[in-house]
Nanobody, 125 residues
Framework: VQLQASGGGLVQAGGSLRLACAGS????????MGWFRQAPGKEREFVAA????????PYADSVKGRFTISRDNAKNTVYLQMNSLRPEDTAVYYC???????????????????WGQGTQVTVSS
């Protein structure tokens, strides 16, 4: 599956953005999906993930209560709604497809593949 992330931009602290990850191919709906982010000089970290049926696993503690992942299989798209943004949320955000069997996603970088190119999110203070 090929993935394309979009929706990033520059926003003030406290603002909101909605990222979208569009997938190609008829098999997109069969993939569990995740969002990760990578800030300059830091490792890529898990943000959120959702199974092919729409079950959401626990969010990263740093975004819990502020970010919401969802998917629209009819549109081959996964979303990340980001509210109450903070400067520390500044990063390149990536979507990816889990390589594990359906419904068994884990918040681990090594479990994911088919990385999209990423979209930059910058939060100013």
């Amino acid at each position: 599956v090929q993935l394309q992330a979009s929706g990033g931009g520059l926003v003030q602290a406290g603002g909101s953005l909605r990222l979208a990850c569009a997938g190609s191919g008829r098999t997109f709906n069969s993939y569990d999906m995740g969002w990760f982010r990578q800030a300059p000089g830091k490792e890529r970290e898990f943000v959120a993930a959702i199974t092919w049926r729409g079950v959401i696993i626990p969010y990263a503690d740093s975004v819990k209560g502020r970010f919401t992942i969802s998917r629209d299989n009819a549109k081959n798209t996964v979303y990340l709604q980001m509210n109450s943004l903070r400067p520390e949320d500044t990063a390149v955000y990536y979507c990816a497809a889990s390589r594990r069997p359906n419904g068994s996603i884990r918040p681990l970088y090594e479990d994911f593949g088919s990385w999209g190119q990423g979209t930059q999110v910058t939060v100013s203070s």
